[in-house]
């Protein structure tokens, strides 16, 4: 299951054209304006804080600055940073977390949100194994 994902995960990758990480001025066709360049700047803000408080459990409390494990401690914060990363171009970070994933283990004997693994892992395998 574990090689599946991590398969699922390089196939988005590669697909992904090279210009989402590339940044131009304003004067030379803009890529990316600086309202984006903000939206990357909290997107990777909030993932670090995730794995400085919350990593491995499945959840950042903002308030109290701690982990929570609600959803089955599958870490599903850090899967569903994954398509955010690659979206972004983070290269660095995208691999680091998958390879954060591959340490993951699905063999528990726990009550989970059904609803959450499903649209949170399932859907994502399932997303990721159609043609983009």
């Known amino acids: 299951m574990k090689l599946l994902i991590l398969v699922y995960i390089l196939i988005i990758l590669a697909s992904i054209p090279s210009t989402c990480s590339t940044t131009r001025s304003k004067n030379n066709n ?3 304006t600086e309202d984006a360049l903000k939206v990357r700047q909290m997107y990777i803000e909030t993932y670090e804080n995730y794995l400085k408080y919350a990593y491995p459990h499945d959840e950042l409390k903002p308030l109290s ?3 929570a ?3 089955g401690n599958y870490s599903l914060t850090l899967i569903d940073s994954l398509d955010g ?3 972004l171009g ?3 970070r995208f691999f680091e977390a998958v390879e954060k994933v591959s340490r993951v283990s ?3 004997d726990i009550n989970v949100s059904v609803f959450e693994t499903n649209i949170r892992i399932l859907g994502y395998i399932l997303l990721l194994s ?3």
């Open 130 to 132: 159609k043609d983009v």
């Open 65 to 67: 600055c701690s982990g």
């Open 69 to 71: 494990r609600t959803l």
């Open 30 to 32: 803009n890529i990316e």
């Open 106 to 108: 699905f063999d528990l």
């Open 85 to 87: 990363l690659v979206m």
């Open 90 to 92: 983070d290269e660095q």
